[in-house]
């Protein structure tokens, strides 16, 4: 089989490279290994799918390549390619987009209706095993040696992040196959895992605090939000957006549980003795009541190293107050790991963007040959950041090929 434009990866990048290109009258394959194409689009979002995100972009690995595509693609060109199909868009309060209906079904559905009115042929079930240049053609083959040939190939396959739902590293292999370096991936976007005394008692609890992650006594990042409580360690938005610093680091976190209740540890001393004579027969645990979950204060007390069998808060000590405020603001964590690639939501690392084009996303080390998405070494907070950039990436494939 012949055609003028391959997409592999039938993902959010492939889609709306695939749909872009054939709207331009050329002839496109696009390949999906699996037996449906967007499954990481209906898994977004917890399934209400994020699409966008009107604020300050926030990208790592290469930021500035990001910067770069976006200033290309910006969000306006992504929301009229979308209306242009039939989606209808909101916004919230901080500049998030979803579909109306805030169903991820309803971005996937307007995908493949754009697919069909644009005659792309999408071919399911098909694994590219190999791919290599012959001539002015690229050659794709796949496990059972049924080959397209393609004058323009777009690789799209995505990061490695979510196995289950088609991770993998496919697109890295191809790409690397064709002399491109890949820079080592590894899981952001993920929850953390923790030493087992500083969380004892407390899974389930969720709480909104200030998170500061620290290597040694450097401060590495800050973030913001709510935290939840595992069995196993912490997770919520904030600290999945630490996890991709803690990658071949030794690392720990510090807690502010009292991050706009007061803004100093000598504020939050002189209200704890002001409770202290007011509760001095009750335990200490209850000088955080109304303020803190009586199992954060419990693990505040122990971490701080007060006694809690007997002990009254009208036996507390000054150095004892200063330590349980200091401690209240700065509860720490250890770090252990991620919970890894399988419950990752992006992949960080990825196809050194150095050797691609911002402006169309074709490689400047092969002629024909694009990539888009996440298989790039470009990954972004949450808030809708990942797709809008395989998004944008994808439209540009798709209108430069």
Known sequence: MKTDVTVIGAGAAGL???????SRGLKVILLEKGERPGRKILASGNGRCNMMNKGFPVYYGDPVFAASVLKQCPLSKIEAFFKEYGLIMTQDPEGRVYPVTYQAISVLSVLKNAARITDVYLNTGFDVSAIYRDHNLFIIRNDRNEEILSEKVIICCGGAAQPKLGGSMDGYRLLGSLGHHIIPVFPSLVSLTTDKKSISGLSGIRIRAAVSLFEGNSLIHQEKGEILFTDYGVSGICIMQCARFTEGRNTHLEINFLEGICDSSEEMISEI????AMLSNLSPVSLFDGVLPEKI????MKQAGIPMKGEKAGN???NDIRRIAETAKGY????????GMDYAQV?????DCCEFCPETMESRLTQGLFAAGEVLNVDGDCGGFNLMFAFSSGIIA???V
């Open 16 to 22: 709306t490279a695939a749909v872009t290109a054939a």
């Open 297 to 300: 204060s419990y693990a505040v």
């Open 316 to 318: 507390l000590t000054d």
């Open 347 to 351: 992949t960080a690392g990825g196809a």
């Open 398 to 400: 798709g209108e430069s």
């Open 273 to 276: 003795q002001r409770r202290q």
């Open 332 to 339: 720490k964590i250890f770090i252990t790991g991620t919970r």
